[in-house]
């Protein structure tokens, strides 16, 4: 069985503010990993907090810091995903990077209707809308 681990590569100092933020004009990681899962995705912040119609994670979730902030200044940030087999005696490890691009003059790209919780019969046809803010360059 594989499991992913994706983790922010990049370094920096640690930040003055709590969450750590890059809103200093100082590139740091901001993004923090999780345990090892099956899933080989990940998305930036966790799909939770884009679905609560904000894309804006918490500061804490719990009492704990989140580690999902938004990057706020043009930059270049880079992940290595880990990949485990997790094979029993013996079993193998990988890793590759990601880099991601940040513009920050451009986004977040945000669904502007519906925005509340609706349920639709199955089959039918729906208006959704949104605004690319500028994500499309």
Do not use: H
């Not at 930059?75 to 193998?92: H, K, S, Y």
């Amino acid at each position: 069985m594989l499991t992913y681990d994706w983790q922010e590569y990049d370094l920096g100092a640690g930040a003055t503010t709590v969450p750590n933020s890059d809103n200093e004009g100082l590139e740091r990681p901001i993004f923090r990993p999780y345990l090892p899962n099956v899933n080989p995705t990940r998305t930036f912040p966790r799909l939770q907090y884009i679905l609560n119609n904000a894309n804006v994670p918490p500061n804490t979730t719990n009492g704990r810091l989140t580690g999902e902030t938004l990057p706020t200044i043009t930059r270049t940030m880079i992940f290595q995903v880990i990949v485990r087999d997790n094979r029993v005696g013996g079993g193998g490890v990988n890793t590759a990077p990601a880099v991601v691009n940040i513009d920050a003059s451009s986004g977040p790209f945000v669904v502007t209707a519906p925005n509340t919780s609706v349920s639709w019969t199955g089959n039918s046809s729906q208006t959704v809308t949104w605004d690319v803010a500028n994500t499309t360059n």
